[in-house]
């Protein structure tokens, strides 16, 4: 987020990963989920005012819909990281720079229509919003469309000698990318609905044949985050094979878009990276893993800012 406190008036640029599972911006993240209520609920946490509205941000995640235009949820969730932002910065008030990103082979389809729904409201209209028992006032001044998963590595894309190939892991869509001597090839971009969400289902399907049950949501995602959770180890063993069969479903899927280990170098980044980490095999000196949630965020100020200056 580039800011200057010398000049209120300047826009602000805020980057937003809008996941399936989690919302990302540069310093904060948080579920994708929105509830809503007609009156004010007993429990506060995470709850948002809006154009006389209450809703409860980030007790769930959204579910997998290829248009996240369908309904006014992530416009709310973007609402609630600007929030996160201005706060981070000690700031209740900006003009915003909105940067944010589809899955690569969406964007030329649906960035226009992404923009315009992010900008439903005229710059010139300041958005009067609550969070966290903070109010909030903004403009969107202005937003920028870019492609998920290459922003996380834009800012050392000269690092990528030789043949590449980047596999982004989120919870809805995996993206992969070829990138040769640090140029991506358009031609070799791909986006495959088997995130980690697909996983997840696995491992609910597995405990329901063997064991009868379900388990937490939070608890599947602590073991495919960390490796472990305090649960029977009969239960880990299911969910650790169900883990393994989806990552070796990951390399396969690679393969499938010529990825060879021995001719060129994988980089995976997004939520994903964890279960490859965790529950793969793979030649540590041949892939690297970028750990960091916020990276794809942080991708997109970085483009945008390249863009303002650009632009003068």
Known sequence: MITDFNKPDRPVIIGLDHGYQNIKTAH???????????????????????????????EEHKEFIADKMNDQDYFILTLSGIACELSF??????????????????????????????????????????????????HITGVDVFPQGFAAIISHLSDFKGVNMLCDIGNGTMNVMTITNGRPISSKCFTEKY????????IRERLMQKFHITIEDA????????????????????????????????????????YHPDLMKLYIVGGGGCLIKNFAE???????????????????????????RKAG
């Not at 989920?33 to 429990?43: A, L």
């Not at 793979?282 to 800012?305: F, H, L, P, Q, W």
């Open 219 to 258: 608890v599947i995602e602590e073991i495919l985050r960390t490796g472990t959770a305090d649960i029977g180890k009969q239960y880990l063993d299911v969910i650790a094979e169900a883990a393994k069969e989806y990552t070796e479903g990951i390399l396969r899927r690679l393969r499938e878009h010529e």
């Open 28 to 58: 904060a993240c948080f579920q994708a989920g929105v509830t809503r209520h007609i009156n004010e609920p007993t429990f506060k946490n995470g709850l948002m005012f809006y154009e006389g509205i209450y809703y409860t941000i980030g």
């Open 195 to 202: 995130g980690t969400h697909q996983c997840t289902l696995l």
């Open 282 to 308: 793979y030649d540590e000196s041949r892939v690297t893993i970028n750990e960091d949630i916020c990276a794809t965020a942080k991708g997109y100020e970085y483009m945008a800012n390249a863009r303002m």
């Open 89 to 138: 910065y000690g700031r209740q008030s900006a003009n915003v720079h909105l940067a944010v990103g589809l899955p690569l082979t969406w964007v030329a389809e649906q960035r226009d229509d992404f923009k315009k729904y992010l900008m439903q409201h005229d710059p010139k209209d300041e958005i009067v919003f609550s969070y966290k028992q903070k109010e909030y006032r903004i």
